[in-house]
């Protein structure tokens, strides 16, 4: 045991017959099964940890758990380098690899520890005044700033561990398995409740493994032993350890994060890293006992300083002596504990200094007794040391001559602070109590008890329910935040180590009239580390009450917020990373598209093929050839993302017609129409083809994009607007696959594909039937144009659809049947002049977008009335109109300001904007849709489409909008 | 995150709910008599109550079906639920 100088020869709940090889900052050094890196640190006597946050100073292991706010780390290398992780719950590992944070090059020589100096220019606020000075002083100082302050360095690489979110559910969720815990889950199982009981240690027991207390005569860890061993062992009851309960949300949905993995060197890769549970209880108890609360003293941030109960700890749990001089300074009896225990260890204590007048209490006279001076009324003034402590100076707080004691340890206590953060979180009250100086949980919210240390109830008799603790009585707390420097001098008194915000920085918030908590909070930065001010903030808060000659009450605390503890993003996120960040929507030919060369673009969740490539080919150009085989010949589309919803019942067209701008009831059996619809205020909002099957039954399609806030308005109108509508809608979107069949020779293909006639006259344009395609029932044939040319939709079954598209191919070859993608589809849609997301972009009325005479006048439907107003009908507003470039051969770029004059003074009238660019495969040159105030009034006016960003202004000529074929003859023939 | 009481489905979990807006706006009932005025009122008026709201949610993820919600916006309490076109117990 050499290499473990500080290890004690007995106890603690370690392995000594097991080595463990870890190191830090590159040095190797041995621990134990049981250890953490803190524990393991110290046993090798290593105090010094990291530097601060601001000020670079030296800091060591403060605390033995969560509330640690100095010896935060980075563990790991590589893909699993992980920042502020703290090494006071850090298990050790054999291999665990850990490192300094705050630090270059190295912990002993720091080069901004010169920054300590400068600490001036560091006060409380500093950001905010940094960024209210002129703003080129801030660029001055940002790049100093930020590569002085900093917490670690996180992987950039990926993070190759695998999480997982559970839920469960529960009559009784216990957090917390320390006494109180394990009593409250015992007396809930043994009733026969379903009990999930969430430990954030490794271990059950809490604070009975930190110190050496007996149950009913026998070790207390005996009595904690048998509790949980016999939950365990019970049916409905969940125990999880490494559990760390870290929000209390609405409804008593707690979530906690389940550390699976963190532990083990070599990770199984059948089990997750971690695990983040929603946990929905009908009944929370909130068993989460207390932090010890430091006080602030002049330099009371050295290496060595520790908070008192941390120190029995190391020696309890850990079988580490963390000091082998002490000096005790506390203000309650408890903290005696640690003094009894390090003198048992076989450490000196040189001197208890209590800031109480007369102590008298059970504990501190067996301290008394021991031979160690209690000096009453009595504070640290302060230290000496800078890598680690090595003098207290103490004065009587009422003033007198100052003492000096040599030691390696100072052990502080301030007393106890309820954990009241998910309480808190819950909606319940907290309340100060003067006499135990603690705030403790009241009123609560939601369906939720408090007990044990987290009710400020710190015996075991409190805890514990048929067994008995060997609880002593102690004498009355003093609540105490800080002590004054001697006269003459100004050692920093830390109130927030993480954050490095001292008593003197509440206090010029003070000064500057940041006197709520709430802005004292966020103007000194106190409490905003991820140990969440655990050991600051009441402090903080004291010392502004001081300040304000307020009680503690009357300036109340900060809302508490989660996450209790930090939780990773990787726990957040869960397996909800990379494909499967969200779901991917694939067309029933989606594995065709992908192994024909097609480049995908994403529609909503959906992939869509784009264009599909051949050599030396780029969007446009495979774009144009697509085009090309469809104007020529026959092409086909995939067009199975468009909505498709089955309306069915009596009511069905009367629906329709309150749907839809233009009239539904006269549309005969076996027909289709196009049919716009508006939003409540008059807005267009969605456009498609719906067809009438039968009497009572159509179907409808909507775009991509609107596919589902369409059905969920069609079921909102039915269920709360008008029930009397015998009608039902459902979404089939995902039960057809759905295929575009254009071109010229595309009748010639279909005819030999289905069992219908489908002559101009049998079939005209817009009819719609349900037929048999290519051997496949249940299909429907639908004469519907998007391209402008004869044309054909056919909707097959989903898992036909690749036998429809094969058989499309195949029947078509002799044709010089061609497929294309989306690229080339939307140049058809521009070509001819119809409207789509680019224009029905929620500010556009049927009028701008030319569609107003499809309004029926015979009627009411959504949105009629709004859209009559003044403002919606004003002939200025800007309407779709076509553009060429001038020069007959330069883009246009979409989102390009419409102006008469590019280069004139700012601010230039904007006439409107471009919406739509394409490539006419037709006109040979490049055209657009646009926006224009005025609309068709304007055509054969030439303008600029201006696009600043790049400084560019192309000519353009005002058209029509319907470049090719306006009459629309090819598609009817 | 709350826990709505869908009347056909029974407690679910608000992820399977999307939120659908003031409860307490009624589509007019003969949109050819309303007036301006009462467009305006229904299309853009909208209170925001500190305490008791009525409000739509759609069981999206569900049953599909729209509800009618009693809620407290500063508690998050779900007082009671009911069918889109039904009546709230007061
Ligand atoms: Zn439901």
Known sequence: MTGQPWRLENGGHIDRSCSLSFAFDGKIMEGHPGDTLASALLANGTHLVGRSFK????????????????ALVELRTGNRQEPNSLATTTELFDGLEASSQNRWPNLRFDFSQANGALSRFLPAGFYYKTFMWPANLWLTYEHFIRKAAGMGIASRESDPDRYESRSAHCDVLVVGGGPAGLTAAMTAAEIGERVIV???????????????RTIDGSPAMDWVDAVSTRLSAMADVRVLTRTSAFGYYDHNMITAVERVQDHVPKSDPFLPRQRLWSIRAKRVVLATGAVEQPIAFPENDRPGVMLAGAARTYINEYGVLPGRMAVLQTNNDNAY????????????????????????????????????????????????????????????????PVRRYDCDLLCVSGGWAPQVHLHSQSGGKVVFDAEKGCFLPSEARQNCVSIGSAAGLFTLKD????????????????????????????????????????????????????????????????GMGTDQGKTSNVIGLAIMAKLKGQNIPAVGTTKFRPPYTAVSMGAMAGRAVGHHFQPL?????????????????????????????????????????????????????????????????????????????????????????????????????????????SENHFIMTTTTANAGPVLAKLEYYLQAVWPELRVQVACVTDQYAAIAVAGPKSRDVMQRLIDLDISNDA???????????????????????????????????????QAAWNALLETGREDGVGVYGIEAMSAFRIEKGHVAGPEIN??????????????????????????????????????????????????IKAGAQLVENPDAPPPVAMLGHVTSIAYSGELNHPIALALLSGGKERAGEELYAAFPLRNEAVRVRVVSPHFVDPDGERMRV | MLLIKCPWC???????????????????????????????????????????????????????????????????????????DGDLDT
């Open chain 1, 463 to 526: 805890c514990l329910k048929g067994a008995n603790g060997d609880d002593v009585p102690e004498q009355a707390i003093k609540p105490t935040w800080s002590l004054p420097n001697a006269p003459g001098r100004h050692g920093k008194r830390f109130v927030d180590f993480q954050d490095d915000v001292t008593a003197e920085d509440v206090a010029l918030a003070h000064r500057e009239g940041y006197v709520s908590v709430e802005h004292l909070k966020r103007y000194t930065t106190l």
């Open chain 1, 763 to 801: 079939f005209p344009f817009m009819a719609a039937a349900p037929c048999c395609f290519a051997g496949i029932a249940g299909a429907r044939l639908f004469r519907i144009s998007f391209s402008g040319e004869l044309a054909y939709e056919i909707n097959v079954p989903a898992d036909y659809g």
């Open chain 1, 585 to 693: 929507r694939r067309s029933p030919m989606d594995n065709w598209h992908h192994d024909n060369g097609c480049k995908w673009v994403d529609a909503g969740l959906w992939r869509r093929p784009h264009f599909y490539t051949r050599p030396g080919e780029d969007v446009n150009s495979a774009a144009l050839r697509e085009g090309r085989t469809v104007r020529a010949g026959v092409g086909i589309v995939d067009v199975s993302t468009l909505g498709k919803i089955d309306i069915q019942g009596p009511d069905a067209a009367e629906l329709l017609n309150r749907i839809y701008v233009n009239g539904w009831k006269k549309l005969a059996v076996g027909k289709a129409r196009y049919g716009v619809m508006l939003r409540e205020d008059g807005m267009a909002y969605d456009d498609g083809t719906t067809s009438r099957l």
């Open chain 2, 10 to 84: 029974g407690e679910r979990d608000m992820v399977e709910f999307t939120h659908g807006g003031d409860a307490t706006k009624v589509y007019p009932k003969d949109p050819n008599a309303t007036t301006s005025e009462e467009w305006h009122d229904f299309i853009y008026l909208r209170e925001n109550p500190c305490g008791e709201h009525v409000e739509y949610w759609h069981h999206v993820a569900g049953c599909r079906q729209w509800l009618k919600v009693r809620r407290d916006t500063t508690t998050h309490d779900i007082l009671t639920t009911a069918p889109a």
């Open chain 1, 55 to 70: 000020y670079h100073r030296p800091r060591g292991i403060f605390s033995a758990g969560v509330e640690e706010p100095n």
């Open chain 1, 337 to 400: 504990r640690s003094a009894i225990d390090l003198l048992d260890a076989g450490a000196r204590v040189t001197a208890v200094l209590d800031v109480r007048d007369h102590v008298d209490g059970h504990l501190p006279n067996q301290v008394r007794d021991r031979g160690v001076p209690i000096l009453q009324g009595y504070g640290v003034v302060e230290t000496k040391g800078y890598f680690a402590i090595r003098q207290v100076l103490a004065r009587p707080l009422v003033g007198g």
């Open chain 1, 842 to 891: 929620g500010q556009t009325t049927i009028g701008d977008l030319g569609l107003g005479g499809l309004q029926s006048e015979q009627k009411h439907n959504i949105g009629k009335s709004l859209a009559i107003r003044e403002g919606l009908i004003d002939p200025a507003r800007p309407a779709v109109v076509g553009l060429v470039p001038v020069d007959g051969k330069t883009w």
């Open chain 1, 198 to 212: 969430l430990e954030q240690a490794p271990h059950f027991g809490g604070w009975l493994r930190r110190e050496k």
